[in-house]
Each structure stands twice: as C-alpha cells, then as structure tokens.
C-alpha cells in the first residue's frame, strides 16, 4: 500500500511560478512511476507528467510541455512539479499518482493504468 500527500497548491498570478510536492510512503518508492494529473470543474482528469522509478525518463503533455518539469529524490519519497509561466487554463486540482513500473515511461498517460492516488491540491491562477 502507497500513500500519497500533494502539497503546494495555491493561488498565484498568470506568469508566475509554483512548486507542488507529493510524498509517499513505504520502503519501495523507486520502483513506482509516477505522475501528476491535473482535473478542471467540468472536465475529465488529465495527464500532465510522468517520471520513471530512476528519475532517468519523464514525459509531459504537449500543453504543459516546457513550462513544467517532474522530478524525483528517491531519498525522501518525493516527487515534484515544477510549474513556470502559469496560464489561467492551469487551473485545476493537481493529483499525484503511483504506479509499479512494468512499461516505457511514455505508457503512463493514462488515468486507469495507476495503482494510487494522492488527495490533490488546488492551484489557481488569475489573469
């Protein structure tokens, strides 16, 4: 069982920057891939970005592609997100997710391919 607590959420101005954080629990943090999703009022949840166990691959969504980047310390049981050049459409509550690596990191766009989930943290950003 993996646990999963988002922090760093909040509300920041168009152009700006923010950092979210998801800690996990357990002794097996690198052997998971994991991402961060991100889910709009009214939309379906989305990938944003992926990391694999290594840290050594990621993958990102075109919309967020250059102003985003994931990264891991397997030391801490961290992983974070990296949010630069924050547009309105942002907007979302962002989810951290885990799941055993069996595939390329590049499989791990999908929703239902994750064991857990994290509670999320709302980030807002006004125009």
């Known amino acids: 069982q993996v646990q999963l607590v988002e922090s760093g959420g909040g509300l920041v101005q168009a152009g700006g920057s923010l950092r979210l954080s998801c800690a996990a629990s357990?002794?097996?943090?690198?052997?998971?891939?994991m991402g961060w999703f991100r889910q709009a009022p009214g939309k379906e949840r989305e990938f944003v970005a992926a990391?694999?166990?290594?840290?050594?691959?990621?993958t990102y969504a075109d919309s967020v592609k250059g102003r985003f980047t994931i990264s891991r310390d397997n030391a801490k049981n961290t992983v974070a997100l990296q949010m630069n050049s924050l547009k309105p459409e942002d907007t979302a509550v962002y989810y951290c997710?885990?799941?055993?690596?069996?595939?390329?990191?590049?499989?791990?766009?999908?929703?239902?391919?994750?064991?857990?989930w994290g509670q999320g943290t709302q980030v807002t950003v006004s125009s």
């Open positions: 997710a885990a799941s055993l690596a069996r595939y390329s990191v590049n499989a791990y766009r999908q929703t239902n391919i994750y064991d857990y």
């Open positions: 357990g002794r097996t943090f690198s052997m998971y891939v």
């Open positions: 990391i694999s166990g290594s840290g050594g691959s990621t």
